[in-house]
């Protein structure tokens, strides 16, 4: 158990709607960062957020918004889905901004149909 | 090249070594990773490699780091069926803040 939790565990849902993914980070952790893991791109960095603001953006479709909450949070908010948007997307913690451990969530399955 | 590179594919007896190689694209790289996922899991942290040492293990795991060819290995001793996974090699760019490149990852398989 990496103390990283993600909220829910699969999702299904249609084309065109809205969805919310939930992260909480390990205890003590400041940054959160959000992947998407997908057959054909592998995993993409999407966003990270450090003690509530946004610090690096990746390749993140402007559908796509996410934010941090003062308890430490996160939520990735994906929206006017499409098909292509079926994926594994995590969310990964880590105490600081300059690398060392990184731990990730188990994942939120995502299927648009 | 732009990406961190992996073999797909890897296929070991048990009892063997596996040696999975990695191939990395900024010189300046600062840390250095290697997660396993298993099938239909999140990725677990194996172990990390700061880019001033050559080699660190741990237990079974043994990382090679070559700064000069940009390259990176993974040497699990006595790979047991348990070890059957995707391990992925990721970089951490030695340029701002920025986050971990991932590799396509590599798929272990260890026959009985």
């Known amino acids: 158990d990496s103390g990283v939790t993600q909220t829910p565990k699969h999702l299904i849902t249609a084309t065109g709607q809205r969805v919310t993914l939930r992260c909480s980070p390990r205890s003590g952790d400041l940054s959160v960062y959000w992947y998407q893991q997908s057959l054909d791109q592998g995993l993409q960095f999407l966003i990270q957020y450090y003690n509530g603001e946004e610090r690096a953006k990746g390749n993140i479709l402007e559908r796509f918004s996410a934010q941090q909450f003062p308890d430490l949070h996160s939520e990735l908010n994906l929206s006017s889905l499409e098909l292509g948007d079926s994926a594994l997307y995590f969310c990964?913690?880590?105490?600081?901004?300059?690398?060392?451990?990184?731990?990730f969530g188990p994942g939120t399955r995502l299927t648009v149909l | 090249g732009e990406d961190v590179e992996q073999s797909l594919f890897l296929s070991v007896r048990e009892g063997d070594s596996s040696v999975i190689n990695c191939t990395y694209t900024d010189s300046s790289s600062t840390y250095l990773y290697w997660y396993k996922q298993e099938p239909g899991a999140g990725l677990q942290l194996l172990t990390y490699?700061?880019?001033?040492?050559d080699m660190k293990q741990d237990q079974r795991l043994t990382v090679l780091l070559n700064k000069k060819d940009k390259h990176l290995s993974l040497r699990i001793a006595d790979t047991q069926t348990g070890d059957s996974a995707i391990y992925f090699c990721a970089e951490r760019k030695n340029s701002g803040n920025t986050p971990l490149v991932f590799g396509k990852g590599t798929r272990l398989s260890v026959i009985a």
């Open positions: 490699i700061f880019s001033n040492m």
């Open positions: 990964a913690s880590s105490e600081g901004l300059a690398g060392g451990k990184w731990f």
